[in-house]
């Protein structure tokens, strides 16, 4: 996971992972692909927000842990740092059953996966 230097903070995007996206498809002659992906990826990101959500007013802490760990990984395969850090926090505090967390989480999830969302469009529009 790239970080910023000197700070734990993960960036919002892993620069890398998304150029080796980039050549992996176009080598191909796939990059629409890519863009497809990239859309799906923030529908599912969206779906997986609102079944953590969901899971937490049920207070299924099981249910937050299962859709963060989704998310997480989606992310972090794309690229998105950010949401798949937040993400494991979330999946943890799930794990633990700790709902006062995961609902901390989340919001901060919210946040991230807005910032991703509109970093991701700019980049993939078409």
Do not use: C, W, Y
């Amino acid at each position: 996971m790239s970080a910023s230097p000197g700070s734990d903070i993960p960036t919002l995007l892993d620069e890398e992972i998304l150029a080796n996206l980039r050549e992996d498809f176009a080598s191909t002659g796939d990059l629409d692909e890519l863009g497809a992906l990239m859309r799906g990826f923030l529908e599912h990101g969206a779906e997986s927000i609102a079944a953590i959500a969901e899971a937490l007013e049920r207070g299924d802490a099981e249910g937050v842990r299962t859709a963060a760990h989704k998310l997480k990984g989606s992310s972090r395969t794309l690229g998105a740092s950010l949401v798949g850090a937040v993400s494991a926090q979330v999946e943890d505090a799930g794990a633990a059953g700790d709902l006062a967390t995961a609902a901390g989480g989340l919001r901060e999830l919210e946040i991230a996966f807005s910032r991703t969302r509109a970093a991701l469009t700019e980049r993939f529009a078409t």
